[in-house]
């Protein structure tokens, strides 16, 4: 899957709602940013992923947010967590 282009958000339907999703690169790691469409201002996903991504670490990365306490509805803090040994584990506040 090629990456996007920076400042270009892609979009997914996922159980569905409707969501848009950037990777930020930056040195080490990959940085997903997950939204809702229809929100303003609601808690935003970021994970931290490998260099190396693929579309099912980004479905993965939203289910595991949305079991976990991840409420995009709502103007919270973001909502990190990373991936690490082939699972997703929550980042402490």
Not at 74 to 82: D, H
Request: with cysteine; net charge positive; aromatic share 10%.
């Amino acid at each position: 899957m090629p990456r996007p282009q920076r400042n270009n958000k892609k979009s997914l339907i996922f159980r569905d709602t409707h969501y848009q999703w950037i990777i930020h690169n930056r040195i080490v790691y990959n940085e997903l940013h997950v939204e809702l469409s229809a929100s303003v201002n609601g808690q935003v996903l970021v994970v931290e992923l490998p260099r190396i991504v693929n579309h099912e670490m980004v479905s993965g990365a939203i289910e595991f947010g949305r079991l976990n306490g991840w409420t995009p509805e709502q103007a919270l803090p973001p909502f990190r967590c990373k991936y690490a040994r082939k699972a997703f584990e929550r980042l402490s506040a």
